[in-house]
């Protein structure tokens, strides 16, 4: 069992930035990519941006391309999502994600893809 608690939530102006944390109970990332992912009021969940635990190699929402940055500090078993120049339109619960993926190269961008979730944390933005 892997569990995840997301922290650095907040409410912010338009253009702001904000850091997303995501610390997860496991002893290394080995064979888990880590995601995140965001819900809106009355909206799916919905993939935001994942990393893969072999390699490192990022992969976005078009979105968020290039205002976001998901990176991990494996000393930390911590995941997290810098977020810039951020929009009233990204305003959502951010969940963090780990899909357990051994020998799969494939990687997940829908929700039932991912097996443990946290409990996401809020982000508002203020226009």
């Known amino acids: 069992q892997v569990q995840l608690v997301e922290s650095g939530g907040g409410l912010v102006q338009a253009g702001d930035s904000l850091r997303l944390s995501c610390a997860a109970s496991?002893?290394?990332?080995?064979?888990?990519?880590m995601g995140w992912f965001r819900q809106a009021p009355g909206k799916e969940r919905e993939f935001v941006a994942v990393?893969?635990?072999?390699?490192?190699?990022?992969y976005y929402a078009d979105s968020v391309k290039g205002r976001f940055t998901i990176s991990t500090d494996n000393a930390k078993n911590t995941v997290y999502l810098q977020m810039n120049s951020l929009k009233p339109e990204d305003t959502a619960v951010y969940y963090c994600?780990?899909?357990?993926?051994?020998?799969?190269?494939?990687?997940?961008?829908?929700?039932?893809?991912?097996?443990?979730w946290g409990q996401g944390t809020q982000v508002t933005v203020s226009s």
């Open positions: 990393i893969r635990w072999s390699g490192g190699s990022t």
């Open positions: 496991v002893r290394t990332f080995r064979n888990y990519n």
């Open positions: 994600a780990a899909d357990v993926v051994y020998y799969r190269s494939s990687i997940g961008y829908t929700a039932g893809e991912y097996d443990y």
